[in-house]
């Protein structure tokens, strides 16, 4: 997605304030000086040059100091904290990789300065009543400075093996829309089998942004023209990294709400702001505030239980960087006070945008919740591992957190992106990996771990597929494969999917696509 520059120009994270960022932040270090991972604090009304800030342009603001605390802490680590040991689990508790393969490739023409080719962010759900079914999306044609041409499906009816894909119609102006771009795409299944593929569609030229939720009723072959659940002309807002989440439990007295969060940029700060929809997505709540009006955050994701609580887990940076739950009993109507799970303390490299976002999921079966991100703590390289934390009482307390992957510093690996899924007491999780140093690797891995006993033990550590070269990679404030990926559990499999980058079949600049793996138990 975009947000103005002081100048105008569309960016989600401007390109020169990131290239700044590295380029200050080494020269002071190469000079003697310090690093400090706290971010410096907002006055409390931002003005450009022409007046006050646009809800775009602050949240460019938030987002920019918080990569200046990432890129600092991956040149300055902190003093590394003594990792928790932990006790791999039997063989037989790993599964075996299946169906390794590409699903889509864009093939949208280019628009503008749209990198054709390009596929990044995408995310994937399984059907609840019927595991084979599975629906990805993903954005096609990403533009460096914010958004794609369109965003792009597949589906899979035979459990991921074989997969159809198209556009998602009506969105954009390349597809018979009124947007000039979307982002941040995301899926869910309702409780009935029906799709519900959430983005943020936004205009180049204007102000206008929103959220828009399109429905599949045939299990993700067809998607019918979008609603838009949040509709913004004014430069005052700006919404951004939205994910979407429906009620699937008997058990819930809220069975079959939708529920669409992300985080809505003004003048007073960036609060994680919600709208449900008890009507298959055709009509939607008003606005409702889960975060504070003044609060800054990023990164929300919504959690059902099968009682029908919801657990909004997302990035708080409000003075320090943490991650937080916040639980409603009621609907989503109001939300209990926000539980810290733990600090951020992750990192990213100059060169490469990683998103630094959490990945939650929740078990169906057990109402358990996992929250994952990359990680500096048990290191003093500067280089991330994946953490992960769990909470078995809805959100209110939170455990201790364990590192993931199981390879040591010395190897000198960073991790991340991470993405996680649960189901029948299974804990799974994938993220990235690429070697670091000082000058770190054009391979980025993909890697999956699973633990059958939510997380106290571990199998080992499972390769999908082949690397990506970052030589073809999406550009967006560096080499870009995602602030997130998709994962997706059953109780026989889960499905992974990730974008990756490689040399293309014939001469062009970018080759990026979707592909997916299965573990199965």
């Given at each position: ?7 105008g120009k569309l960016t989600k994270r401007s390109v020169v304030l990131r290239g700044a960022v590295a380029s200050m932040t080494a020269a002071a270090l190469l000079a ?490």
């Amino acid at each position: 997605m975009g947000v103005r520059t002081m100048a105008g120009k569309l960016t989600k994270r401007s390109v020169v304030l990131r290239g700044a960022v590295a380029s200050m932040t080494a020269a002071a270090l190469l000079a003697g000086g310090t690093a400090t991972a706290t971010p410096a604090r907002p006055p409390s009304r931002l003005r450009g040059p022409t007046g006050d800030l646009t809800g775009r342009q602050r949240a460019e603001w938030f987002e920019g100091q918080r990569h200046l605390e990432m890129v600092m802490r991956r040149l300055a680590p902190a003093t590394a904290l003594a990792a928790p040991a932990v006790r791999p689990a039997a063989v037989s508790d790993v599964g075996t990789v299946q169906h390794v393969r590409r699903i889509s490739r864009d093939t949208l023409p280019a628009q503008g300065s749209s990198e054709q080719d390009t596929q990044v962010e995408p995310d994937v759900a399984v059907d609840p009543n019927n595991d084979q079914i599975v629906v990805a999306v993903f954005q096609q044609g990403r533009y460096p400075d914010g958004g794609s041409v369109d965003p792009g499906y597949a589906t899979s009816h035979d459990g991921g093996v074989t997969w159809k894909h198209g556009n998602l119609p009506k969105l954009t102006k390349a597809v018979g829309g009124s947007f000039a771009r979307a982002s941040d795409p995301a899926v869910a299944f309702g409780p009935d089998g029906s799709v519900y593929a959430q983005t943020l569609p936004f205009d180049s030229n204007d102000c206008r942004n929103g959220i828009a939720v399109q429905r599949s009723d045939d299990g993700g072959l067809t998607f019918a023209p979008p609603v838009l659940a949040q509709d913004d002309t004014s430069c005052s807002y700006f919404n951004d990294k939205n994910w979407i989440a429906v009620d699937t439990f008997a058990s819930s007295p809220h069975v079959g709400r939708i529920y669409s969060v992300w985080d809505r940029g003004d003048q007073n700060g960036q609060p994680i702001v919600l709208k449900y929809s008890d009507g298959r997505g055709a009509t939607w709540s008003s606005l409702i505030n889960v975060s504070g009006a003044s609060s800054q955050g990023i990164g929300a994701l919504p959690l059902v239980q099968p009682n029908g609580d919801l657990t909004v887990v997302y990035d708080r940076f409000s003075g320090a960087d943490t991650e937080v739950a916040q639980t409603s009993h009621d609907g989503g109507l109001t939300f209990d006070p926000a539980v810290v799970i733990g600090q951020f303390r992750g990192s990213e490299p100059s060169d490469m945008r990683t998103g630094g976002l959490p990945a939650a999921a929740v078990d169906p079966t057990t109402g358990h919740l996992f929250v994952a991100w990359q990680d500096t703590r048990f290191r003093s390289d500067g280089l991330n591992d994946i953490v992960l934390s769990s909470s078995s009482n809805g959100g209110a307390t939170w455990s201790a957190l364990a590192k993931v992957n199981p390879d040591a510093q010395s190897k000198g690996i960073d991790h991340f992106t991470p993405a996680v899924a649960a189901y029948g007491g299974f804990v799974h999780v994938t993220y990235r990996t690429r070697a670091g140093g000082s000058s770190p690797s054009l391979y980025v891995g993909m890697r999956y771990r699973g633990s059958a006993d939510e997380g106290a033990t571990w199998g080992a550590e499972l390769t999908l597929g082949a690397p990506s070269d970052l030589t073809y990679a999406a550009q967006a404030g560096g080499k870009f494969l995602g602030d997130y990926m998709g994962l997706a559990a059953s109780a026989n499999a889960v499905h992974a999917l990730w974008c990756r980058s490689a040399k293309p079949p014939v001469s062009e600049p970018y080759h990026q696509t979707a592909w997916t793996g299965e573990v199965v138990k």
